[in-house]
C-alpha cells in the first residue's frame, strides 16, 4: 500500500509535502484514493502542495488561478478542479495547496517564477520534502530552479507579460519571469540524467508500491545536491554537446538568419558621426547597436564588455536580443500603409510578432502616436512589458477609418548579449572620472547620439594630455547598460570620484548641469563652479532621467551629474519638442553646438585637473599658540570666520572649491587662508 511505502520513506503527520507525478498517466487512475492516502498519512495538519503549471503567459493567454488547466498530468488537474486548494498567481509555474501552510506557500512575495522570492526558494525554507512518483521526467519545476541558481548556459531568465484573473478584482497586466531554454537542440531539457545522478548520490530515499515508485527527499537537500552536480557539469540536465555562451549566441544568430547591418564610419567629427549613426536601428540589444558599437571601436580604443541575456546585474536582468525582420501596416486588400522599413520607429521596440488581420478597434489599442507633435513617428519601447506594437503620425492614424486592417509585424526573440564600450585613459592615480552616454534609440539623433559624439571627442583630446587623474567613457545602451557594467566593476566603484552623463547636446539650447543626487560633493562642486566660469547660470537639482540615476543609486552612490542643451522644466516642450520621435533628425544637429559641448566638458576637465586638496597635519583641534598664522589676521572678522570654519572642515578628500562652498566665504579669502596655513605648518597641500 502506498500509505506503507510513505511511511518507510519518513512521512509524519505534519508534513509540508510537493508531490509531483513522473510517470506517464492514464485518465482513468484513482486519483481520490491517492489523495486520500497522502492525506491518512500526514494527517490534518500535514500540507500537500501539488504543480499546477498552466504556463499561460508562455501560450499567451490570460491566467485564471480559478479555472486554468494545469499541464502537469492527471493528479495535479484532479487536484486543482476538486480539492479547492490555494492556488498562487504565478501564471507559468503556479502550484496548488491545501493544509495550514497552504497559504504561506502560495502568496506571492516575488514575479520570479525561479529563483530568489519564488515559491521554490520558500518551500525549501521552511524544510519542505518532494515526493516524486514514477520515474519519468521530473515536471514540478524543480530542475529549473536548480538551473537558474546554477547559472547553466542552456538557459536564460525571460519575461513574460500578460493578464491574471485577481480574484474578486479587474484583470491586471503582469510581467513575470521564469528560466527558459535557448532554441539550439543542445539546450533541450533531459532531466533523467541529472535525476540519475542524484540517485547515485543517495539523495533519495526509495520505496516500491504496487502503484508505481516513490523517491522523496528534501527541498533542500536536493537544491545543494543539485547545484552542486551543475556546477561540476553545466550541461548535465540538457542533451549537449556542450558549448560556451559565445558559441550559443553565434548559432542562435545563424539559426534566425540575421542580416547584420554595415557601418562605415570615415570622418570622426562629431557632427559626421552622428549623422552616419542616426539611421540604423540601434536597439538595447540587436545587431543594429552591436554593428554601430563595432565601428566606433575601429575609432576609438575600446574594450568591449558583453554580458549574455539572461545576466542579473544587481536588480536589473539583461534582456533577449531582439530582431526586427519587417514590421509594416497594410489595407486588408495589401495596399501598403506603412512599414518600419521607411522609418525604424515605425516599430515598437521590443514588440511581439504579430500577423493577420485585426479590427481597427484592435489595431488602435496598439498603434502609438506622439503626443505633441501629429506629423512626427513616436519612439515607444516595450524591453521588459512585452506586447506587440506599431507607431504612426497622428494625422496618418485618424485618417484610418477602414474596420479592419492587416498587421504584419516580424520579429523574434533570442540569445544574445548586451554591449557596453569602454575607453579607459590611466592617469597617475588610479582615482578618477567617468563620462557616459547611450547609443540606443534607434533612427534618432540628438538623444543620445549627440553625447555620444562628445563624449568621443573629449576622450580624443583629453588623451593627448598629461593626466592626474584616470578618465573613462562609457558607451551603453540606456540604464540597463550601467547596471551592467556596474555589478561587473564593483571592485571600480569605490575608485570613480564622480561622473558626468552626456546627452542632448547637439541643439542651439542654453546649457542645463543637473547636480548629482546628493548634490554636495567635491565633483558638483568642481563641475559647477567651472560652469559657472564659462558663462552659463542654469544649475539644477538632481534631474533622473538617464543612466545618471543608476550612478546615483544605493549602494554605488557615484555622484554623476548630467550636462544637457535642452528647454528650462517651465518649458511645455520640455526637454525639446522632437524628443522621442522621428523628428529627432541629424538635420537639426549643429556642428557649432556639438563644439561648445566639446569646449565646456573640456572645462570641466581642466577644472578636475587643477583642483587643489590640502591635508591637515594636525590631529583633533590645533593648539594655535604654537602656529603662527592665526595671529597674521586676528583682527580680520572675515579672515577669522574663514580659518575656524576651516580648520574643522578640512581634509585630503575636499578641493578648495568645495571647501570655499561648504564654509561660504569668498574664494580669494580662502585661498589666503590656505597659503598662510601652509606656510605656518598648519596644512599641507597635495600634489
Not at 492525506?39 to 498552466?54: A, E, F, N, R, Y
Not at 516580424?410 to 544574445?416: A, K
Not at 587623474?469 to 570620484?497: C, D, K, M, N
Not at 558626468?500 to 567635491?522: H, I, V
Request: aromatic residues 10%.
Amino acid at each position: 500500500m502506498i500509505q506503507t511505502a510513505l511511511r518507510k520513506l519518513g512521512v509524519r503527520q505534519g508534513d509540508c509535502i510537493m508531490f509531483v507525478w513522473t510517470e506517464h498517466e492514464g485518465i482513468n487512475k484513482p486519483w481520490r484514493d491517492y489523495l486520500s492516502a497522502f492525506l491518512d498519512v500526514m494527517g490534518p495538519k500535514g500540507t500537500i502542495i501539488v504543480p499546477t503549471h498552466s504556463q499561460s503567459f508562455i501560450r499567451r493567454v490570460t491566467y485564471d488561478p480559478a479555472t486554468s488547466p494545469s499541464l502537469c498530468g492527471g493528479f495535479s488537474e484532479f487536484f486543482r478542479s476538486n480539492c479547492h486548494p490555494l492556488r498562487s498567481l504565478d501564471p507559468n509555474y503556479s502550484v496548488a495547496a491545501i493544509g495550514p501552510k497552504a497559504s504561506v506557500l502560495t502568496s506571492t512575495h516575488s514575479r520570479n517564477s525561479h529563483g530568489t522570492g519564488s515559491f521554490f526558494s520558500r518551500f525549501a525554507e521552511v524544510e519542505g520534502k518532494i515526493c516524486f512518483l514514477g520515474r519519468g521526467p521530473e515536471n514540478g519545476g524543480w530542475v529549473r530552479q536548480m538551473e537558474h541558481l546554477a547559472k547553466v548556459p542552456t538557459r536564460y531568465f525571460k519575461p513574460w507579460t500578460g493578464l491574471i484573473l485577481h480574484p474578486g478584482q479587474k484583470p491586471r497586466r503582469e510581467t513575470w519571469f521564469c528560466s527558459v531554454e535557448t532554441g539550439q537542440p543542445s539546450c533541450v531539457p533531459d532531466e533523467l540524467k541529472l535525476l540519475d545522478q542524484l540517485g547515485k548520490l543517495g539523495a533519495f530515499a526509495e520505496e516500491e508500491t504496487d502503484i508505481c515508485s516513490l523517491r522523496m527527499v528534501g527541498a533542500s537537500k536536493l537544491m545543494e545536491t543539485g547545484l552542486s552536480l551543475l556546477r561540476q557539469d553545466a550541461w548535465l540536465s540538457s542533451q549537449g554537446p556542450s558549448a560556451s555562451p559565445a558559441d550559443l549566441e553565434a548559432l542562435e544568430t545563424g539559426r534566425i538568419g540575421s542580416a547584420i547591418p554595415q557601418v562605415q564610419l570615415n570622418d570622426a567629427r562629431p557632427i559626421e558621426l552622428v549623422r552616419s549613426l542616426t539611421p540604423f536601428r540601434r536597439d538595447i540589444v540587436s545587431d543594429g547597436y552591436d554593428a554601430c558599437l563595432s565601428a566606433l571601436q575601429k575609432i576609438a580604443p575600446m574594450t568591449i564588455h558583453r554580458y549574455f541575456t539572461g545576466t542579473e546585474c544587481f536588480s536589473w536582468i539583461v534582456p533577449e536580443k531582439w530582431t526586427c525582420r519587417e514590421a509594416s501596416l497594410r489595407t486588408v486588400d495589401g495596399r501598403p500603409i506603412f512599414s518600419s522599413k521607411q522609418h525604424p520607429l515605425h516599430v515598437v521596440s521590443y514588440s511581439l510578432s504579430k500577423q493577420g488581420v485585426v479590427s481597427r478597434a484592435e489595431l488602435m489599442d496598439h498603434l502609438h502616436t506622439h503626443p505633441l507633435l501629429p506629423d512626427a513617428i513616436p519612439f515607444v519601447f516595450k524591453y521588459y512589458e512585452r506586447d506587440w506594437g506599431l507607431c504612426a503620425s497622428e494625422t496618418l492614424k485618424q485618417s484610418l477609418d477602414q474596420p479592419a486592417y492587416l498587421v504584419d509585424i516580424d520579429t523574434e526573440f533570442t540569445f544574445g548579449s548586451l554591449k557596453v564600450g569602454e575607453w579607459l585613459l590611466p592617469g597617475e592615480r588610479q582615482d578618477g572620472y567617468v563620462f557616459c552616454a547611450h547609443l540606443c534609440h534607434p533612427g534618432q539623433a540628438n538623444d543620445d547620439l549627440s553625447g555620444l559624439a562628445v563624449g568621443l571627442e573629449v576622450m580624443r583630446q583629453i588623451s593627448q594630455r598629461r593626466r592626474k587623474w584616470t578618465y573613462r567613457f562609457l558607451v551603453v545602451p540606456e540604464t540597463i547598460g550601467s547596471a551592467a557594467w556596474l555589478a561587473h566593476h564593483q571592485e571600480t566603484i569605490p575608485h570613480l570620484r564622480g561622473g558626468l552623463f552626456l546627452e542632448m547636446l547637439g541643439r542651439d539650447r542654453p546649457f542645463t548641469l543637473a547636480r548629482s543626487l546628493q548634490g554636495c560633493t567635491d565633483c558638483d562642486s568642481i563641475l559647477e563652479s567651472a560652469f559657472i566660469r564659462h558663462g552659463h547660470a542654469y544649475v539644477c537639482p538632481f534631474m533622473p532621467m538617464n543612466d545618471e540615476r543608476m550612478f546615483n543609486a544605493p549602494g554605488i552612490r557615484i555622484p554623476m551629474l548630467g550636462l544637457y542643451r535642452i528647454e528650462p522644466p517651465e518649458s511645455p516642450h520640455w526637454p525639446y519638442l522632437e524628443y522621442h520621435s522621428s523628428e529627432d533628425d541629424a538635420g537639426k544637429i549643429t556642428s557649432k553646438s556639438l563644439d561648445e559641448s566639446v569646449e565646456l566638458v573640456l572645462s570641466f576637465v581642466d577644472a578636475l585637473e587643477k583642483a587643489s586638496y590640502y591635508k591637515p597635519n594636525y590631529q583633533g583641534e590645533p593648539f594655535l599658540s604654537r602656529f603662527s598664522a592665526y595671529q597674521a589676521w586676528a583682527k580680520d572678522d572675515a579672515m577669522k570666520k574663514c580659518f575656524w570654519d576651516l580648520i574643522y572642515r578640512i581634509d585630503e578628500s575636499k578641493s578648495e572649491t568645495l571647501l570655499a562652498r561648504e564654509i561660504g566665504c569668498d574664494p580669494a579669502t580662502l585661498r589666503q587662508v590656505l597659503k598662510d596655513c601652509q606656510g605656518s605648518g598648519l596644512i599641507q597641500h597635495l600634489q
